[in-house]
């Protein structure tokens, strides 16, 4: 399959920091990718779809100015947590798919390693 | 509103044992239905799929059965070794991508 790497895979910073979690497509060229957020013993959570070279769509609820997405590239999309406090940590997993833009290619959905924030 | 639930939450079985996992859902627009395994500190990785013009898909000791009648679809896996312990989840596809809320698997030595 296709792989998708995360970067960093975890990272300590302090309060009212802000941190950068990088998603790369190795192999393939993702049109669409999404961000999840996954707490302890729980399923993942979208918080957005970012499609390359336009504005990210939002899930409801997910604060847009906190957590900044960029898909610059077919291959880059970044998660930025401004101002970071406590309750921002968490587990954040990107995915990438081949598909459309704003649409899925069944099961091309491909995961990243995950990143685990701590903030302190 | 979940649109897709999965039982049991969490489920131990013995090693060499069988495990089923259970996922429902309501949308008929959903059109493929992966199964993801995630060990604690990953990220899911995809172990099989199936779309609904068949009833079943094997892989080695991973099975789906699927009833699409019924709308429900189940992961089945046999003879499992510890290495097996980790989080499933099912999933299903239409426009949008919708997890399950996952089932915590520990295959006892």
């Known amino acids: 399959g296709a792989v998708v790497s995360q970067h960093p895979s975890w990272v300590i910073c302090k309060s009212g920091t802000s941190v950068k979690i990088e998603c790369r497509s190795l192999?393939?060229?993702?049109?669409?990718m999404f961000w999840y957020r996954q707490f302890p013993k729980q399923s993942l959570m979208l918080m957005a779809t970012s499609n390359e070279g336009s504005k990210a769509t939002y899930e409801q609820g997910v604060e847009k100015d906190k957590f900044l997405i960029n898909h610059a590239s077919l291959t880059l999309s970044t998660l930025t947590v401004t101002s970071a406090h406590p309750e921002d940590s968490s587990f954040y997993i990107c995915?990438?798919?081949?598909?459309?833009?704003?649409?899925?290619?069944?099961?091309?959905?491909?995961f990243g390693e995950g990143s685990r924030l701590t903030v302190l | 509103q979940q649109q897709v639930k999965q039982s049991p939450q969490s489920l131990i079985v013995q090693k060499g044992g069988i495990s089923i996992i259970n996922c429902a859902y309501e949308?008929?627009?959903?059109?493929?239905f992966p199964w993801y395994q995630q060990f604690p500190g990953k990220g899911p990785a995809l172990l099989i799929a199936i779309r609904p013009d068949v009833s079943e898909k094997k892989e080695g000791r991973f099975t789906i059965s699927f009833n699409k009648s019924a709308k429900q679809f189940s992961l089945h896996i046999m003879d499992s070794p510890p290495g097996d312990s980790a989080t499933y989840f099912c999933a299903a596809t239409g426009n949008q991508f919708y997890f399950g809320t996952g089932t915590s698997l520990t295959v006892i030595p």
């Open positions: 949308n008929t627009a959903f059109d493929y």
């Open positions: 192999d393939f060229q993702a049109t669409t």
């Open positions: 995915s990438a798919t081949r598909g459309v833009a704003g649409g899925i290619v069944a099961g091309e959905l491909f």
